[in-house]
């Protein structure tokens, strides 16, 4: 029998409707609100831009959007970010990635405030991730896991399989499976014999950007399997699933595009509304 196909967009539209409702019922304060910066001119970062807007206008929050030029030095970047740190009407700053090659991503990350960092990608919450006390969620794995709520897939006891070890994808997501109570094993490049880890997968997250990469023959019978890789290529936007034939062994699957990519969204609104809620929170 094929898989059921997880649907993430259908998931993400449930959040985003919740979130809505909420921020509708806010009478008395201002509305949440996110900084998005861009730098430059790249296309797929021009597009993500825009839908988190859209995603910002659908769910009442006010967004502000700084489009830099290219030259941007890193003085003048920093600037707009202390800027923003210290705005009080400001509940989260995100920085697009990938920055000009001259301008350093981690040394700009560093210096958003903690507190601001929506996309939990500062070291001072990927420690607190790490121990259990976590600010704001990182929103892909975030995403993943709701996804998996939602579908009532139990994480606890379950061989789960990460394909991919980077800092805003597949550690962040061993770590979230972990806290779950799932038996972690993550996956890279220098993997010997990776369908042999693969196959004892009770949930396989691929993460690795290639499109297709994993097949029909990696994965066991009844298997979950979340796939998170967007690749543009020319036949469209592919994930790292070879999806056709995955979904006649797999028991649960996720589509690309559809699955994974709409829930980084929701996730990334859902973080603003908590940064939101803290800074009133502290101010009692
Ligand atoms: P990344 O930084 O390039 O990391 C890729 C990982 O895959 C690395 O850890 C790498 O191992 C591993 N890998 C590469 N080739 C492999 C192989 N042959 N066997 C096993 N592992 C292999 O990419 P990323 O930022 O994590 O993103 C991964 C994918 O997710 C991309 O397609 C990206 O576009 C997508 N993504 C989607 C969303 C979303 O919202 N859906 C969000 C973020 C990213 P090494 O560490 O050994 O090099």
Known sequence: MSAIIIDGKRVSQKIKDELKEKISKIDDKRPPCLAVILVGEDPASKVYVKNKKLGCEYCGITSLHYYLDENTSMEELLQLIDKLNNDDSVDGILVQSPLPKHLDEKYVINNIS????????????????????????????????????????????????????????????????????????????????????????????????????????????????????????????????????????????????????????????ENTYKGYLEFYNQQV
Do not use: W
């Open 114 to 269: 903690p507190r601001k960092d929506v996309d939990a990608f500062h070291p001072i919450n990927v420690g607190k991730l790490m121990i259990g006390e976590p600010i704001f969620m990182p929103c892909t794995p975030q995403g993943v896991i709701r996804l998996l709520e939602e579908y009532n897939i139990s994480i606890e006891g379950k061989n789960c399989v990460v394909i991919g070890r980077s800092n805003i994808v597949g550690k962040p997501m061993s770590i979230l499976l972990l806290s779950k109570n799932g038996t972690v094993t993550i996956c890279h490049s220098r993997t010997k014999d990776l369908k042999s880890v693969t196959k004892q997968a009770d949930i396989l997250v691929a993460a690795i950007g290639k499109p297709n990469f994993v097949t029909a023959d990696m994965v066991k019978p009844d298997t979950v399997v979340i796939d998170v890789g967007i690749s543009r290529t020319e036949n469209g936007l592919k994930g790292d699933v070879d999806f056709e034939n995955v979904k006649e062994v797999a028991s649960y699957i996720t589509p690309v595009p559809g699955g994974v990519g709409p829930m980084t969204i929701a996730m990334l609104l």
